[in-house]
């Protein structure tokens, strides 16, 4: 069997890319997004996401390249000297391991994140991490702390059959099935495979459907950063994206067809349950 999930990352991060989730929604096949909660206009997609019912929204944990819910003086260790999070994930993962201080102000600021949320009134279908750093021991444990009992909320895991071959993904394997395993043990779901990782900034139309043909049996995600224009921003935080080309992915009437030809309903992770 096969079950699918496209999800818009960024939710939050500017109105270019807000509309690109309403009208993905609304036009095309795109049912679930992340909200990056501490973003400059989460409220704006807040308020979108109301008006939409049937979009799984879910948490864009921003730990790196991003700013602080916290205000910068209770989280200092986390932030650059610009006071945003740092643009440099290894660094940022050496931080987290290596100063006791650093994952206090971590745990922290991912609780402040799920709050937000929370206090936003939408149902939590998923949670994630920008940049895929769930993957880090520290900011895993701190997901699954942050995750109520009463949520049924999944937990993406960024494992990619591309990406599985050779001796990078040979020597990320044990790891991504050390977190699955993780995941199992604490009672939540997740992905079985995650697709857009090696294709970031370039899931445009021929490229979805081209993964379309190739899914992987079990539960995939397909992830996408499509906004309906590319501004200065959004040209600095993601260089190199084809984001618009992304956007015209999710509503393309070939990609709507395919989909129904395969037998394939796009939803959330609550729709899979």
């Known amino acids: ?46 308020a979108r996401a109301r008006r939409m019912p049937g979009l799984r929204v879910g948490l864009h944990v921003t730990v790196v390249r991003g700013q602080p819910l916290l205000p910068a003086a ?52 998923h949670v994630d991490v920008h940049n895929h750093l769930q993957l880090h021991p520290a900011v895993l444990a701190e997901v699954l702390a942050n995750l109520r009992s009463d949520e049924p909320a999944a937990v993406r895991l960024p494992r990619e059959p591309r990406a599985q071959a050779g001796v990078a993904g040979a020597l990320l394997a044990p790891w991504l099935a050390l977190v699955a395993w ?16 090696a294709d970031s900034g370039r899931m445009d139309e021929a490229r979805m459907l081209d993964l379309l043909e190739r899914l992987p049996p079990g539960r995939v995600e397909l992830h996408l950063h499509p906004a309906v224009r590319r501004d200065a921003e959004l040209a600095a935080a993601m260089p190199g994206y084809a984001n618009e080309a992304e956007f015209a992915a999710l509503i393309s009437p070939r990609l709507a067809t395919r989909l129904r030809e395969l037998g394939l309903e796009p939803g959330g992770f609550a729709d899979l349950a």
Do not use: H
Request: glycine share 6%; with cysteine; proline share 4%.
């Open 1 to 46: 069997m096969r079950t699918i999930v496209i999800t818009a990352d960024d939710f939050g991060f500017s109105p270019a890319v807000n509309e690109a989730v309403e009208r993905g929604y609304r036009e095309g096949v795109l049912r679930s997004a992340s909200l990056m909660v501490s973003a400059p206009d989460a409220a704006d997609a807040v």
């Open 182 to 197: 993780r995941l199992r043990r604490s009672g939540r779901r997740c992905n079985d495979w995650l697709l857009g990782v």
């Open 74 to 125: 209770e989280v200092p260790r986390l932030l650059a000297a610009d006071g945003r999070f740092p643009d440099n994930l290894l660094a940022a993962a050496l931080r987290w391991a290596l100063d006791p201080r650093a994952r206090r102000e971590l745990k922290r600021e991912i609780a402040a994140q799920f709050a937000a949320f929370r206090a936003t009134g939408l149902a939590l279908d």
